[in-house]
């Protein structure tokens, strides 16, 4: 009795996708962007705390900045958001 392969692939593991935080950062930099969180959520730690800094020596003022980002991050199609921030780790704009 010949037995024969399944040609199923059930064993192997599954090809996902890379994570893309797209949303995720675009909605923390228009709505909480003065705290950095958009940043730690890409893992970009140290501009996180100069966020951070900026926001409370400026007063809020420079809240702008986050608020810029976020409509870029959200503007740019997801491969492009991918290669730039996550990728190539470009830490602003």
Known sequence: METTR????????????PENKKIAAGVC???????GVHKF?????????IQIILSVVSCGIL????????I???TKSD????????????GWF
């Open 63 to 70: 809240g702008i900045i986050p608020f810029i980002e976020g």
């Open 79 to 90: 491969e492009e958001f991918y290669q730039t921030y996550q990728v190539n780790k470009r």
């Open 6 to 17: 399944p040609t199923e692939d059930w064993n192997q593991p599954i090809q996902s996708q």
């Open 72 to 74: 870029i991050y959200l």
């Open 41 to 49: 959520i890409l893992g970009y730690t140290n501009e996180g705390i």
């Open 29 to 35: 930099a228009l709505l909480i962007g003065g705290f």
